[in-house]
């Protein structure tokens, strides 16, 4: 049996505890180094998706901004339409009116039944073909004036639709 004297055991309680130290604070460097490590990651990987998000947040509020001006841009075109419509109704109107007026006293100083049949005539296929030629106009102009304030809205469907499906950049 090996004999242990005090000072032997005081030396070897020493070097144990030295070492259980040495383990211990290596330990603690290498969990401080590997936090460190892992709290840059984290803190590299918090700034790059808050820039991404920022970022998408800033593309979206441009393309709603730029939605809002086709959708105005677009207002004013079809409201501008939509005049320009009841100035052709009402020029129209005001035609077939003199006209009217004009048949009406040609009607009053005819001098036989016969005149007032072929003046009633010509009137009624002079109006009904002034009906369809100004029926045709009114339907080309309202799809020319549809067109034009689709145009703008158009373009940015297909503007918001490549926005919306870009992804976050990575």
């Not at 032997?8 to 290498?30: H, I, N, R």
Request: proline fraction near 1%.
């Amino acid at each position: 049996m090996t004999k242990f004297s005090a000072t032997s055991l005081e030396l070897v309680t020493s070097q144990a505890k030295e070492q259980y130290e040495g383990l211990v604070k290596a330990g603690q460097e290498q969990s401080v180094k590997q936090f460190e490590k892992t709290s840059a990651a984290a803190k590299e990987q918090f700034e790059k998706t808050t820039a991404q998000l920022l970022k998408g947040y800033e593309d979206l509020q441009a393309t709603s901004k730029a939605n809002v001006d086709a959708l105005l841009e677009s207002s004013a075109i079809a409201a501008k339409g939509a005049e320009d419509l009841g100035r052709e109704v009402v020029a129209y109107s005001q035609s077939v009116l003199d006209q009217s007026i004009t048949t009406g006293k040609a009607l009053l100083t005819a001098k036989s039944l016969q005149e007032v049949v072929e003046l009633q005539n010509s009137f009624l296929k002079s109006s009904f073909d002034a009906f369809v030629a100004e029926a045709t106009r009114i339907q080309e102009l309202s799809v020319k004036v549809t067109n034009d304030a689709l145009a703008p809205l158009s373009g940015r469907v297909n503007a918001t639709v490549e926005t919306l499906s870009k992804p976050l950049a990575a």
